[in-house]
Each structure stands twice: as structure tokens, then as C-alpha cells.
């Protein structure tokens, strides 16, 4: 059975650091990543790292965060620095597998990160 665990998220100030974890257990996936989901806004893709390693990031959050995983602790870290207030939202660990031209994805429960101005 597959699960999604989150952990890290909370609140601090504008400028602070969090970091969020994922455990992924179940499965193996191709690709692990962080996505948000702001009240009233789209969910967005925030960063995604393969299996091989390779990362895309939102341009707004460039240089700001850093997404990594353990595959052997079958873990995604997203490493959030110099936040700011529009970086609030519900995040989302996700985890994918792509067989075929599709893609099957898995979501966790989300973690909220709350930066005040």
C-alpha cells in the first residue's frame, strides 16, 4: 500500500527557513516532488526531482528552495529558505510513476506553511 508522509511544516517569518519531508513507502516511483495549494489559487508544481536526479523548480521559487531525495530511504526533502509571504500555502508531497505514456500519481495529506509578513 502506498503512503505519502509529510512532515516540517509551521510557521515563521518572512525571510525564514523551513524544511519539509516525505517518506514514500509502497513502491518505487520515477519522480517524488513538492507541490502547493494557496486558498483560492491553483495547486502548482513546486519542485520536482527524478529517480536519475533531475530537478525542475517554479520560477519563482529558483534559487530559493532545493528539492532532494534518499532513494534509499525512499524520502523527498524540500529545503525552503528566505520564505516569503506568498509562499503560504497547504503543500503536497507527490510521487509518480510514468508506464507507457501515462502517469499515475499519489499524493500525501499536505503540511501547511504559514509565512507572516
Known amino acids: 500500500q502506498v503512503q505519502l508522509v509529510e512532515s516540517g511544516g509551521g510557521s515563521v517569518q518572512a525571510g525564514g527557513f523551513l524544511r519539509l519531508s516525505c517518506v514514500a513507502s509502497?513502491?518505487?516511483?520515477?519522480?517524488l516532488g513538492w507541490y502547493r495549494q494557496a486558498p483560492g489559487k491553483q495547486r502548482e508544481l513546486v519542485a520536482d526531482?527524478?529517480?536519475?536526479?533531475?530537478?525542475r523548480y517554479l520560477d519563482s521559487v529558483q534559487g530559493r528552495f532545493a528539492i532532494s531525495r534518499d532513494n534509499a530511504r525512499k524520502s523527498v526533502y524540500l529545503q525552503m529558505n528566505s520564505l516569503k509571504p506568498e509562499d503560504t500555502a497547504v503543500y503536497l508531497c507527490?510521487?509518480?510513476?510514468?508506464?507507457?505514456?501515462?502517469?499515475?500519481?499519489?499524493w500525501g495529506q499536505g503540511t501547511q506553511v504559514t509565512v507572516s509578513s
Open positions: 526531482i527524478s529517480r536519475e536526479g533531475r530537478t
Open positions: 507527490n510521487a509518480y510513476v510514468a508506464d507507457m505514456g501515462s502517469r499515475y500519481d499519489w
Open positions: 509502497g513502491r518505487s516511483f520515477d519522480g
